[in-house]
């Protein structure tokens, strides 16, 4: 599930070439704070998946609300 999770968010990025070959940005605009910027696109990807990454575990451990993103669910649902 946290790899679909990944991978459908991932999908969802955008990646823009920066002004006077500064190379590349990208960011998921659905998350909030997840970007990421490099000289090259693969290497922009490969740092906005790893900020991706400890969004996620970052947002589990504080307790917040993950958004739902192609159905994919990461909420932590209490059980009574």
């Not at 991932?10 to 490099?38: C, R």
Request: contains cysteine.
């Amino acid at each position: 599930m946290l790899i679909d999770y990944i991978n459908a968010a991932l999908h969802k990025a955008h990646y823009e070439i920066l002004p006077d070959d500064e190379g590349y940005f990208g960011k998921i605009e659905v998350l909030k704070g997840v970007w990421a910027n490099a000289d090259t696109l693969e290497i922009c990807r490969e740092e906005l998946k790893e900020v991706l990454e400890e969004w996620i575990l970052l947002g589990i451990k504080k307790g917040h609300t993950l958004p739902v993103i192609d159905g994919i669910d990461l909420n932590i649902k209490e059980i009574v």
